[in-house]
């Protein structure tokens, strides 16, 4: 069922229980009030009777006199006595034949209750005991209230009237407001709707109104900010890596096209075949860590996680960094650790850990004159502490902030072999990882990363 007539149905069938709701009481309470007026007037007309009954020169016909002569707005009124043998002692009734039939079990009742009410047809009744010195009787006073019941009915149809249109206009002004309350949603559907992958600069129309339909434009408007962010990243690093693999392999083509335009000597094909392999090797290089990158850019719920001690990982470094390259030296320094093993544990995937850290201890070698980088770890506050540290030329302060994206090399480290990738994998693996790496370098001084990981509580 649509939103629009949900919220209608809803707001309408509110309103419908709230007007049945008074209608009802209002309808009630008029009722109550009728009868109980009509048998606190029955009463008195019963007492001032009875009483005058009392009388001791009690003249019947004076009685009936005042009977016919009170001017009340109920109809067919009589009113008849008995006295305690149940034989009636005075009757009066505005239409001459029109007399109540009224048995002695009601005569009793009254006698026992003192007055009780009840209705003869369309007639309403009391029946009331006086006692006093000179006399014991039972008046039965009856009317018809045609006024009041009439008021009644008219009421009633007032409050039918009412509720029926105020029903229709329930309704209505839910249909109404309810299609006012929903424009925006649809407004915003539309916005989205001519985003698309390839135009994802337009954003939606946040309306002039602090409410919450301009809060979702906004929340909406800060995702496709995002989902922009990641396309044109992503744009980057495509053109970026095409860059890097077309060039070697265009050096590729080229040397082995200009070698096979006429007969050379074998030195010279040998030397063609060893450029060759360089640029394989680069090109070899370059595949394995696109696909470190891929493997380290889903999301965690994709990656093995295993519990790895970290002290094991940072101690394989020394021997693969020296095969690397035979001048590069890693010196490990481990503050005050803990006698428990399971202390040392962190949740993730070995191999990517390593990557990460390698590459910073790698980089530390490279840019280093002495090519050696100083690892410590320390444990503070649940958390595992890695500095890397070297003594060599630094990253000057305005471009730190970019180390950190893919494909970036500072400009004087240019002859130093790399493709820019190494820290931008080593800040995505420690992210998955609930880490964090932070550097702080002084240009001729030396480099220090800090890589920030969390234990794993057992
Ligand atoms: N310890 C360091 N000392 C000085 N400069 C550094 C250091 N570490 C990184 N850099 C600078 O940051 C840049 C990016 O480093 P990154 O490791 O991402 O790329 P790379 O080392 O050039 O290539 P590779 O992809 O092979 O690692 C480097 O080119 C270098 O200029
Ligand atoms: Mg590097």
Redesign the pocket.
């Given at each position: 069922m649509p939103v629009k007539l949900r919220i209608t149905l809803l707001f309408g069938s509110i309103v419908l229980l709230i007007l049945l709701l008074v209608c009802g009481s209002v309808y009630y309470f008029s009722v109550t009030e009728r009868r109980n007026e009509m048998e606190d007037r029955l009463m008195n007309r019963a007492i001032t009777r009875a009483r005058l009954m009392g009388q001791r020169n009690f003249d019947q016909s004076l009685l009936r006199t005042i009977d016919s002569a009170t001017m009340m707005s109920l109809k067919d009124k009589t009113l008849q006595a008995y006295n305690y043998l149940g034989e009636k002692v005075y009757t009066y009734s505005d239409e001459p034949a029109d007399t109540l039939t009224v048995d002695s079990q009601v005569l009793d009742d009254a006698r026992v209750k003192g007055n009780i009410y009840f209705r003869i047809g369309k007639k309403e009744v009391v029946a009331y005991h006086h006692v006093d010195p000179n006399i014991r009787i039972v008046v039965v006073a009856g009317a018809y209230d045609e006024m009041g019941l009439m008021k009644l009915q008219q009421l009633r149809r007032i409050l039918w009237v009412s509720f029926l249109s105020g029903s229709i206009i329930a309704f209505a002004a839910g249909y109404f407001f309810s299609g006012r309350l929903l424009r925006p949603i649809k407004k915003i559907a539309d916005d989205i709707n001519v985003i698309s992958a390839q135009d994802l600069n337009r954003r939606i129309q946040a309306g002039e109104v602090h409410d919450e339909w301009q809060y979702l434009s906004e929340t909406l408007n800060q995702l496709l900010n995002r989902l922009q962010e990641s396309f044109d990243m992503q744009r980057r690093f495509i053109a970026n890596a095409s860059h890097e693999l077309s060039t070697p392999l265009t050096s590729i083509s080229s040397q082995l096209e200009v070698s096979l335009q006429k007969d050379r000597e074998a030195d010279k094909y040998r030397a063609v075949m060893q450029s060759v392999y360089q640029d394989v090797r680069h090109l070899g290089k370059l595949t394995q860590?696109l696909l470190e990158f891929a493997q380290a850019s889903g999301n965690p719920g994709g990656l093995e996680i295993q519990p790895v001690r970290i002290d094991e990982v940072l101690m394989a470094l020394p021997a693969d960094v020296n095969k690397l390259n035979p001048d590069y030296v890693v010196a490990l320094n481990f503050g005050n650790m803990p006698s428990e093993d399971h202390a040392l544990i962190v949740f993730g995937n070995t191999e990517l850990l390593f990557t990460a850290i390698r590459?910073i201890v790698?980089?530390?070698c490279?840019?280093?004159d002495d090519h050696k980088a100083i690892v410590k770890l320390d444990i503070e506050a649940q958390q595992f502490i890695i500095t890397i540290e070297?003594k060599?030329?630094?990253?000057p302060e305005h471009e730190l902030k970019y180390?950190f994206q893919p494909f970036?090399?500072?400009n004087?480290?240019d002859n130093?072999?790399?493709?820019?990738?190494?820290?931008?994998l080593a800040h995505r693996i420690i992210k998955l990882h609930k880490g964090d790496i932070a550097v702080d370098?002084r240009p001729g001084e030396g480099?220090l990363f800090r890589i920030v990981l969390p234990t794993s509580k057992f």
């Open positions: 860590t590459n790698v980089n530390a490279k840019y280093s070297d060599g030329i630094g990253i180390i970036y090399r500072v004087e480290t130093a072999d790399g493709f820019g990738l190494g820290l931008s370098s480099t």
